[in-house]
């Protein structure tokens, strides 16, 4: 829950209350709530702005996900698990999601020629749980995200397989699949 709420909003709305409060004491000649309105609210109102500048949003689910993947979730690995979260969050300070994990993966040669991750999907594939991560990539082709597979796999392995398809022109699917299974 506490994920979904994006902090800039919580300290622009508690550091514009403060603030008003601060000049509303001042108004009425309040002495203390106004030193406290004006030194608490105004950083506050200011740090607001600053991580609203900085502010990435969690990308969208594209399908909801269904109560049989919900239990598939057991056979996550960590780093599907760590992916899912982060992407599905308020960054702050990033210029995009994954930027530095396709960076490493020679999929960034420049910040304009990044794939962006626009959705994602949980899945189940053959039985096993699945990671679909939706990219807008116009730079790169299907075949440059194909020779990468075994660099992918082995970037966000272990028991992953990474399945790439191009559904349309300058979109990329890449599914990362677990091979672990509850047996």
């Not at 399908?63 to 969050?89: F, G, H, I, N």
């Not at 597979?149 to 677990?178: H, M, N, V, W, Y």
Request: no cysteine.
């Amino acid at each position: 829950m506490l994920r979904k709420i994006p902090l800039a909003a919580v300290g622009l709305t508690v550091g514009g209350i403060l603030t008003a409060v601060g000049f509303y004491a001042y108004a009425v000649g309040m002495n203390t709530l106004n030193l406290a309105g004006f030194f608490y609210g105004i950083p506050l109102l200011l740090g607001g702005l600053a991580l609203k500048a900085a502010e990435l949003k969690p990308v969208p689910y594209t399908t909801e996900t269904t109560p049989e993947v919900e239990k598939l979730r057991s056979q996550a690995t960590p780093t599907q698990e760590q992916l899912r979260k982060d992407v599905t969050r308020y960054r702050y300070g990033q210029e995009a999601h994954l930027d530095e994990s396709l960076e490493k993966l020679g999929l960034s040669p420049s910040d304009a020629d990044r794939p962006e991750l626009v959705g994602i999907q949980e899945q189940s594939r053959d039985g096993a749980y699945t990671l679909l991560m939706e990219f807008d990539s116009p730079f790169f082709s299907l075949e440059q995200w194909q020779e990468r597979r075994e660099k992918i796999e082995k970037f966000f392995g272990p028991d992953i397989i990474a399945e790439i398809t191009q559904p349309q022109k300058s979109k990329i699917d890449l599914a990362l699949k677990s091979v672990i299974s509850n047996q």
